[in-house]
């Protein structure tokens, strides 16, 4: 059998080929099958590998999982090449546990998500000192169901920052739930599209404009929304972590 080789689950990154990590480069290189999700993963980070192929956009679960499981019983070094990070919206549990089923060993290596990368492209720190400290990472409810406690209306009633994946398709409701939790119409919301893409876009505006923004850019998918005070281009203080006065383990403060 194949002790050494593990079946590899890998994180693209949102698009850029340069945002993938090394480790995950050299897998792909290595690599004797790939399986990837084709609908996102930028097809420029498969180009000139000795790898067969998969798109997994037109296969079902059992289809992929007997596509990593018969790999891995010949013996070959196996991918699983998921966008972003696999561990946020992924899909891996499932294939997973069918790997399980079968005692094949495999392992994650973490890819940049297309949330920090939406972060990126607006230059945005989600974390600021006494605005936000707190960031949701979260859906509307779609085919997939979210859980009733997890609702944006009640997610929004922290007024915490909050990226919205999988929703730029029901702007209107997005924008309703969180203004029925709390948020004010002036709260700064932006959308990324296609982060870190050639044909990158980002729409910035506030509760009460960014749906019009949106239908006016014509944005239907693959778009992170982001919403809270930390867009607003303010700070309220700035970090202790560079405070001249404050001391900590590898500076003394004066
Ligand atoms: N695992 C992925 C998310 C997969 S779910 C990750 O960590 O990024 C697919 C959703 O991710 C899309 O609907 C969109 O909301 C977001 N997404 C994926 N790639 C994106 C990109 N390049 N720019 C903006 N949003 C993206």
């Known amino acids: 059998m194949n002790a050494t080789n593990p079946i590899y689950f890998v994180g693209a990154g949102p698009g850029d080929p340069e945002l993938l990590t090394i480790k995950g480069r050299r897998l792909l290189d290595e690599a004797d099958v790939i399986v990837y999700a084709g609908s996102l993963v930028n097809p420029a980070l498969l180009t000139g590998l000795h790898a067969r192929l998969h798109n ?26 998921h966008t972003g990070d696999p561990a946020i919206y992924g899909a891996i549990k499932e294939q997973m546990l069918r790997l399980d089923e079968e005692n094949i060993p495999y392992a994650v290596v973490p890819g940049v998500t297309s949330a ?121 203080s700035e970090s202790k972590l560079y405070d001249k006065e404050f001391s900590h383990e590898f500076r003394q403060g004066s």
């Open 56 to 81: 997994s956009a037109g296969l079902n679960l059992d289809e992929t999982s007997a596509l990593l499981i018969e790999g891995y019983q010949r013996g070959n070094k196996v991918v699983r090449l």
């Open 116 to 236: 920090t990368a939406s972060a990126a492209a607006l230059k945005a720190e989600l974390t600021l000192p006494e605005i936000s400290q707190t960031v949701i990472i979260t859906r509307q409810a779609g085919r997939t169901p979210v859980p009733e406690k997890e609702s944006l209306q009640l997610l929004a009633s922290h007024q915490a920052t909050m990226m919205i994946f999988l929703s730029v398709g029901m702007i209107d409701t997005v924008v309703s739930e969180l203004m029925a939790g709390g948020y004010p119409a002036t709260t700064p919301i932006a959308v990324v599209e296609k982060a870190s893409w050639p044909d990158e876009r980002t729409v910035s505006g506030t509760l009460a404009t960014i749906a019009r923004q949106i239908k006016e850019a014509g944005i239907t998918k693959t778009a992170m929304i982001i919403v809270g005070e930390v867009l607003a281009g303010q700070l309220k």
